[in-house]
C-alpha cells in the first residue's frame, strides 16, 4: 500500500520547507527511524525520519525545493494496511532555530489528535494490531509524533476497553472541545496587524548577486520589523567600571584550572549579573499579552549567538537556579551545537529575557531590538580602556557600555533604571553574585 510522505509542521510558526538533501532515492528500502531527508524551516533544519517501512517508489519534490505543510514530498510502497496518505512524516532534530523564539501562550487541542478530516493517523504496526485485536481506530487518541497512534495506544485500548471512548462520546468530546476553543478565539484580544510596507527595489547591475532568502532569514526579517513596528522601544545606557570584574575573572580562571579546567568568559560573568537582577527586579522578567502581563515564575535566559545564516537565541532554562559553572558550561555547548545545527527545538522556547554581546568584535555600544514576546534585551559592549576621573584626578580606567531596549508598555522607565543600576552594581563588585 502507497504511503504519501509529506512535509511536517515542525515549528508553530511554520508555513513551508526547503528539502535540503534527500538521504534516500528511488528504489531505496526504508525502515522506520531511517533519516528520509533534512528539511529547513523558519527556524532549523532538522532530520525527517521514516515512520514506515517500504520502498521509495517517487520523489516529488527536489533538494533545494520548498513545500508547503502537508505537501507530498515522495511516496513509499509498503505492504501495511490504511489509506494512501495514513501519516505525515515527522522529524528527529538537528536544528539551527531562528533568534526569535519565544514564549507563547497556546490553547489546548481536544484529546483526539489522530484523525484529519477522514483521515486516521496510525503507523502500520499499530493498524495491524487493531485489526488483530478488534479495536477501533477512530475512537483512540494518539500519543505519537504529531498525535499518530501507535502499538501501545492500541494495546492499552485493548486491555481497558470500559475506558474507551464510544464514537458518540468522542463526537460529543470533540464539538465540545471546538466551542470552547471558539469561546476563548472570541473573547481573546484582537491584536493589531501592521501592513508590511512594499520594499524599495534596489537597481541591480551586471555582476551584482542575488541572494535568496532563507526560511531562516525570512522569519528573523518578519519578526524583527514586527518588533520595530509594534513595540514601543525605549533605550538606556550604563557606563561601567569593568576592572573589578576581569580582576575576579583572572583570579577564577587561574584556579579553574586547578580544578574543573573550564575557563570563565567575560560574557559568563555578565549572564550571571543579568539573572540575579532579574531577581532582584522581576518586573523586567515579564511580557505584554493584550489585556494583560504575564509575569514569569522562572527566568529564561536567552543568549543570543552568531551562526553563518543569522542569529540565533538558545535559552538557559530557569537560569535562577543554574551556578556561574553551570551556565558558563550550558553557553560554550549552545556555541558549539549552534554552529554544527545540532541544537534541539525545545532549547530555544521559554526565554523571558535576552543578552546580546557584541564587545567580542570591539563594538562600544548599540540598542538592541527586543525579542518579543519578552519585554528586555541587555547588549553588551567591550571593555576599553579609557581615561576617567577619580577623586579629581584623570587616570586610566576600564569601561564597559551596557545598553537596554526596553517595551514600554511592560517596563516603565524607572523599573528599567533600577534593573541596569542592579546589573553595573554586580559587575562593579562581581563577588556579590557569587554568594
Not at 54 to 61: K, N, R
Request: a negative charge; charged letters at 20%; hydrophobic letters at 45%.
Amino acid at each position: 500500500m502507497s504511503v504519501n510522505i509529506e512535509m511536517p509542521k515542525l515549528s508553530d510558526t511554520m508555513t513551508e520547507g526547503t528539502l535540503v538533501k534527500w538521504h534516500k532515492k528511488v528504489g531505496d528500502a526504508v525502515e522506520i527511524g531511517d533519516i528520509l531527508a533534512d528539511i529547513e524551516t523558519d527556524k532549523a533544519t532538522m532530520e525527517m525520519e521514516a515512520f514506515d517501512d517500504g520502498v521509495i517508489t517517487e520523489i516529488l519534490v527536489q533538494e533545494g525545493e520548498k513545500a508547503v505543510i502537508g505537501g507530498i514530498l515522495a511516496v513509499l510502497d509498503g505492504d501495511s494496511e490504511g489509506s494512501p496518505a495514513a501519516a505525515p512524516q515527522a522529524v528527529t532534530v538537528a536544528p539551527s532555530p531562528v533568534a526569535v523564539t519565544h514564549p507563547t501562550a497556546t490553547v489546548p487541542s481536544s484529546p483526539s489528535n489522530t484523525t484529519t478530516g477522514d483521515r486516521i493517523k496510525a503507523s502500520p504496526l499499530a493498524r495491524k494490531v487493531a485489526a488483530d485485536l478488534g479495536v477501533n481506530l477512530s475512537n483512540l487518541s494518539g500519543t505519537g509524533p504529531a498525535g499518530r497512534i501507535v502499538k501501545s495506544d492500541v494495546q492499552n485500548a485493548a486491555a481497558s476497553p470500559t475506558k474507551t471512548p464510544s464514537s458518540e462520546a468522542s463526537a460529543a468530546a470533540s464539538l465540545a472541545a471546538s466551542v470552547k476553543a471558539k469561546a476563548a478565539a472570541a473573547s481573546a484580544p484582537v491584536s493589531a496587524s501592521v501592513p508590511a510596507p512594499t520594499a524599495i527595489q534596489p537597481v541591480v547591475k551586471d555582476g551584482d548577486e542575488i541572494v535568496q532568502l532563507s526560511s531562516m532569514r525570512k522569519i528573523i526579517a518578519s519578526r524583527l520589523l514586527t518588533s520595530k513596528t509594534t513595540i514601543p522601544h525605549f533605550y538606556l545606557h550604563v557606563d561601567v567600571d569593568a576592572a573589578p570584574l576581569m580582576a575576579l575573572r583572572q583570579q577564577v580562571n587561574s584556579q579553574a584550572e586547578k580544578t574543573h579546567g573550564n575557563k570563565y568568559s567575560v560574557n559568563d560573568f555578565i549572564l550571571k549579573a543579568v539573572v540575579n537582577a532579574t531577581e532582584t527586579v522581576p518586573a523586567v522578567n515579564a511580557s505584554f499579552a493584550g489585556d494583560h502581563i504575564v509575569k514569569f515564575k522562572n527566568v529564561g535566559l536567552s543568549v543570543a549567538i552568531a551562526v553563518e545564516d543569522g542569529l540565533v537565541t538558545p535559552v538557559i532554562k530557569e537560569a535562577e537556579s543554574k551556578s556561574l559553572l553551570a551556565i558558563s558550561r550550558a553557553v560554550k555547548d549552545f556555541a558549539v551545537r549552534a554552529k554544527d545545527k545540532k541544537l534541539k527545538p525545545a532549547e530555544f522556547d521559554g526565554g523571558t529575557i535576552t543578552v546580546s554581546n557584541l564587545g567580542a568584535w570591539g563594538i562600544e555600544s548599540f540598542d538592541a531590538i527586543v525579542n518579543p514576546p519578552q519585554a528586555a534585551i541587555l547588549s553588551v559592549g567591550a571593555a576599553l580602556e579609557k581615561p576617567v576621573v577619580k577623586n579629581g584626578q584623570i587616570v586610566p580606567g576600564l569601561r564597559m557600555n551596557l545598553g537596554l531596549s526596553c517595551d514600554h508598555r511592560v517596563v516603565d522607565g524607572a523599573v528599567a533604571a533600577q534593573f541596569l543600576s542592579e546589573i553595573k552594581k554586580l559587575i562593579e563588585q562581581p563577588a556579590l553574585m557569587l554568594l
